[in-house]
């Protein structure tokens, strides 16, 4: 493909990407209400333990309506995951081979996965930072919480473990376009290993150690078991080059 259709392309993907975020956003606006509910219910039950007053207060007129629309898009996001991952994914399929490209599935249904299992945990870490944030504050004071920044914080929170979490499955899919070797992704597991602490150390409070360790550990993992699956791909992509060549040769 030459530039201009590759940008074609690419204005294409990202044309159905959005639409599917923005049928996901009605519906996610129709179950903004649960969300909101599950996602502020941490700063309640933490206040009661703590024996404080909480509240989240809205100083706008509009911030609530402004919230109700946020909530929406960020669920969206999540519900149309399938639909803009595979965008993402098909977008790069010319670069692989016709072999190659029936690994692409494969890809997808990992990437899914993976994305609400960040998204999960996430959410799973949540009561943990909150509990910390909250604690810092005096027993006879009140926490009035903003619920603009507390949900910014938060959703923010949940989708970006979410994405951090497919990465891997994304240095596979370079791996098979041949971009990066096996040998190049275990040689940089230092900078990795940092660049997913320091991540994780921005995601969560710097002092929530606790928090910051269950977001990193899966994420190593799982960048480990992408150069396991680039390495193995690679020693038969080796195989194949060498067995042509001995055709070749004969």
């Excluded at 977008?91 to 029936?102: I, N, Q, S, V």
Aim: net charge positive; glycine share 6%; aromatic share 14%.
């Amino acid at each position: 493909m030459s530039l201009g259709q590759h940008l074609l392309e690419l204005r294409k993907r990202l044309f159905l990407a959005a639409a599917g975020i923005l049928v996901g956003a009605v519906i996610g606006y129709f179950l903004s209400d649960f969300v909101w509910n599950a996602l502020r219910e941490p700063i309640y039950t933490i206040a009661s333990a703590q024996g404080r007053s909480a509240q989240l207060n809205y100083p706008d007129i509009t911030s609530a309506f402004d919230l109700k629309l946020k909530i929406s898009v960020y669920v969206g996001i999540v519900i149309s995951s399938p639909m803009w991952l595979y965008q993402v994914f098909a977008f790069l399929m010319p670069g692989l081979t016709r072999t190659e490209k029936r690994y692409t599935f494969g890809f997808f249904f990992t990437a899914v996965p993976l994305f609400l299992a960040g998204c999960a945990a996430g959410f799973y870490v949540l009561p943990h930072v909150v509990e910390l944030m909250t604690g810092f504050a005096p027993s006879q004071d009140a926490a009035l919480i903003t619920a603009q920044s507390y949900f910014d914080f938060v959703l923010k929170l949940v989708v970006a473990i979410g994405i951090a979490f497919v990465l891997p499955v994304f240095i596979v899919l370079l791996n098979f376009a041949g971009v990066i070797s096996a040998t190049s992704i275990i040689k940089s597991w230092r900078v990795a290993i940092l660049v997913i602490i320091l991540f994780t150390a921005i995601a969560t409070p710097a002092a929530d150690v606790v928090s910051m360790f269950l977001l990193a550990i899966p994420m190593v993992v799982l960048y480990f078991a992408a150069y396991g699956v680039a390495l193995l791909h690679d020693r038969r992509a080796a195989r194949r080059a060498l067995a042509f060549e001995q055709e070749l040769a004969l």
